[in-house]
Structure formats: structure tokens, C-alpha cells
């Protein structure tokens, strides 16, 4: 199954641009049969650069090209969606996200901080971390970050006590869950499992009723 070009006058489909490991959005450009065709060739997403007429690997002049994981078509065949792994910031501004800007005027911060903490933690996994950096110790020691996550577990029910009894605050509490947060996903990035996994194993399991 191809996407069907010939729906779009100039031959030009929208392609969304989204992180394997992460989810997040990352650009939208377009596509046409030669940008799908070389994108399928060479496993590196390419474009149609709408203002200059021209093939577009991309990319090719900041290095910050977009390995292909996989494609995908919408419904009626004239949109694509690539998943890629990125080898940089995918917008020209250098941010991480072309989709950046919140008109609505909510800080954007919260909203990117777990892409980014994916990806920092992908990197000191793979061995871009100071050596005695807290993560390559975690890193390189599994009783030590098991025996992490078993502790921020006891510090949340911990906390989760102390706000009923009125001796914490939420506060405090969101403080053990984003301990518990973080050496839940340093854990997952030892052993191979990424965030989209999770959630999707979270989405097979809508609807079935647990039994405990």
C-alpha cells in the first residue's frame, strides 16, 4: 500500500514526524513520490522542500538526519506518518520540536520535560555521562538502582501516609513520585524497555478487568 499521491493537485502529501522512543511530534513537512521513494531507499527520511522546488534529505546540512523505524498511512492514503530516531533537533531553530510555541500561552516546559529526560537517559546509556555522575552509577550497577526503586517506592507510600495524617503536603508527595519516576524509567532504559512499550501495553490492557 502506497500513499496516493495523485489525491493532492501538486502531488504533495503532509508527512507528521514522530520520535520512536518518545511519541513526541516532531515536524510536519510533505512528501512526494520521489521524497517517499528515496525515504524507503536509504532508511533516512527525506521531504519536498516546498520552497525550493527541491528534494530534501533532512538533515543533510546540520547532520541532524531522521533514521527511519517505520510508516504509516491515515485513512484515505494522503497523509504519512514517519517514525524515526532522530539524530538531533528536528527544527531549524534548534529546538528538539518543531511544535514549540503554545499560543495559548501555557509554559510549555512541563510538557517536553519527559521526551527530554527519555532521551538524556538513552545518552548516559549509552555512555555520555561523567563516570561518576549519579545516572552512569545507577548505570553501571543493577543492585544499586534496583535497591533505588525499591527504595522511592517506600518513600511514596511513606508520603502517602504522612499527607493523611497532615504531617507532608502534595508537595511533598509529587517530590517521591518524581523520584519514583525517574528510577522507574533509569530501570526501564537498562533492561530495554521504552516508554511507548509501557504505554502501550497499558492500552491492550483497556477495558480488561484485573483480577487480584
Same mark, same amino acid.
Given at each position: 500500500?502506497?500513499?496516493?499521491?495523485?489525491?493532492?493537485?501538486?502531488?504533495?502529501?503532509?508527512? @507528521?514526524?514522530?520520535?520512536?522512543?518518545?511519541? %513526541? @511530534?516532531?515536524?510536519? *513537512?510533505?512528501?512526494?513520490?520521489?521524497?517517499?521513494?528515496?525515504?524507503? %531507499? +536509504?532508511?533516512?527520511?527525506?521531504?519536498?522542500?516546498? &520552497?525550493? $522546488?527541491?528534494?530534501?534529505?533532512?538533515?543533510? +546540512? &546540520?547532520?541532524? @538526519?531522521?533514521?527511519?523505524?517505520?510508516?504509516? !498511512?491515515?485513512?484515505?492514503?494522503?497523509?504519512?506518518?514517519?517514525?524515526?530516531?532522530?539524530?538531533?533537533?528536528?527544527?531549524?531553530?534548534?529546538?528538539?520540536?518543531?511544535?514549540?510555541?503554545?499560543?495559548?500561552?501555557? $509554559?510549555? &516546559?512541563?510538557?517536553?520535560?519527559?521526551?527530554?529526560? @527519555?532521551?538524556? !537517559?538513552?545518552?548516559?546509556? *549509552?555512555?555520555?555521562?561523567?563516570?561518576? &555522575?549519579?545516572? *552512569?552509577?545507577?548505570?553501571?550497577? /543493577?543492585?544499586?538502582?534496583?535497591?533505588?526503586?525499591?527504595? %522511592?517506592?517506600? /518513600?511514596?507510600?511513606?508520603?502517602?501516609? $504522612?499527607?493523611?495524617?497532615?504531617?507532608? +503536603?502534595?508537595?511533598?508527595?509529587?517530590?517521591?513520585?518524581?523520584? !519514583?519516576?525517574?528510577?522507574?524509567?533509569?530501570?526501564?532504559?537498562?533492561?530495554?524497555? +521504552?516508554?511507548?512499550?509501557?504505554?502501550?501495553?497499558?492500552?491492550?490492557?483497556?477495558?480488561?478487568?484485573?483480577?487480584?
Amino acid at each position: 500500500m502506497e500513499p496516493n499521491f495523485d489525491k493532492s493537485p501538486d502531488g504533495l502529501l503532509p508527512c @507528521v514526524t514522530q520520535h520512536r522512543l518518545t511519541g %513526541e @511530534v516532531l515536524t510536519l *513537512a510533505y512528501m512526494n513520490r520521489l521524497a517517499f521513494a528515496k525515504t524507503l %531507499e +536509504t532508511g533516512e527520511v527525506h521531504y519536498w522542500s516546498r &520552497s525550493r $522546488d527541491a528534494l530534501w534529505r533532512k538533515g543533510e +546540512t &546540520s547532520g541532524h @538526519v531522521q533514521r527511519l523505524h517505520g510508516l504509516k !498511512l491515515d485513512c484515505d492514503q494522503d497523509a504519512i506518518l514517519a517514525i524515526v530516531d532522530p539524530a538531533g533537533p528536528a527544527c531549524h531553530t534548534g529546538r528538539r520540536t518543531c511544535f514549540h510555541n503554545h499560543p495559548d500561552g501555557q $509554559d510549555a &516546559s512541563a510538557d517536553v520535560l519527559l521526551p527530554e529526560l @527519555v532521551a538524556l !537517559l538513552q545518552a548516559r546509556h *549509552a555512555g555520555d555521562a561523567d563516570a561518576g &555522575s549519579y545516572t *552512569a552509577k545507577l548505570f553501571a550497577d /543493577e543492585n544499586k538502582r534496583l535497591k533505588k526503586l525499591a527504595e %522511592e517506592a517506600g /518513600e511514596v507510600i511513606m508520603a502517602v501516609k $504522612d499527607l493523611h495524617t497532615g504531617k507532608g +503536603t502534595l508537595d511533598d508527595l509529587a517530590g517521591e513520585f518524581a523520584d !519514583l519516576l525517574f528510577h522507574n524509567l533509569v530501570v526501564a532504559q537498562a533492561v530495554g524497555v +521504552t516508554p511507548q512499550h509501557i504505554l502501550q501495553t497499558l492500552a491492550d490492557r483497556r477495558g480488561q478487568r484485573r483480577h487480584e
